[in-house]
């Protein structure tokens, strides 16, 4: 199987959109940066229920931003004509990895390495 570049790039790009969609609706900026004070309502009368939601939607804000991270640096891998190379080890990732998850960066070994 070869690495379908053009595919990718489309798929990271729609993927990215998607991303600062999520980040807007949630009242984040790209930077992941929150718009002054989110607006829980006025249901949230005990306010350590709204630090919790606030907790909880910094969480995923900060997941989006990882996402997009990962995104912009697969795409920057693109522009640079090492897409599918390990960041770490520069071996090739492997185009079943990448078509299954064209955000990846690391190889399996290493991304294991990473997380442990
Ligand atoms: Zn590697």
């Known amino acids: 199987m070869t690495l379908d570049v ?3 790039k489309k798929t990271l790009r729609n993927e990215r959109e998607n991303l600062v969609h999520q980040l807007t609706e949630l ?12 607006d829980f309502g006025e249901s949230f ?21 990882h ?17 599918g190379i390990c960041d770490k080890c520069r071996q090739e990732i492997g185009a079943d990895r990448m078509k299954y998850r064209p955000a990846s960066v690391l190889c399996v ?8």
């Open 27 to 38: 009242g984040a900026a790209e930077s992941g940066d929150l718009k002054a004070d989110l």
């Open 45 to 65: 009368a005990d306010a350590a229920a709204v630090t919790a939601e606030r907790t909880e939607v910094l969480g995923v804000v900060d997941s989006l931003k």
């Open 6 to 8: 053009a595919t990718a």
């Open 109 to 116: 070994d290493c991304k294991s390495q990473a997380n442990s």
């Open 67 to 83: 996402q997009l991270e990962n995104v912009d640096r697969a795409l920057a891998h693109i522009a640079a004509g090492t897409y």
